[in-house]
């Protein structure tokens, strides 16, 4: 799978930015896709929690 096929199923937003639904969406997208990588990243060996804490630090670097 590449790159561009997994995340392909991600829908585009329903809502301008500045309403509270649009993070409420955004969030409901993205957590299936986030638990995938997660899954991923644990299958080939990664502890999962030391994933989870690394994608926490890499969205944070880019607020």
Do not use: S
Not at 23 to 47: H, I, N, S
Not at 52 to 59: C, D, E, I, V
């Amino acid at each position: 799978m590449t790159n561009t096929e997994a995340f392909a199923g991600i829908a585009p937003p329903r809502h301008p930015p500045t309403q509270f639904a649009y993070e409420t969406e955004c969030k409901q997208v993205l957590e299936p896709v986030l638990l995938q990588l997660l899954d991923k990243a644990e299958a080939a060996g990664w502890d999962r929690r030391k994933a989870a804490y690394a994608l926490m630090f890499l969205a944070a670097k880019n607020v």
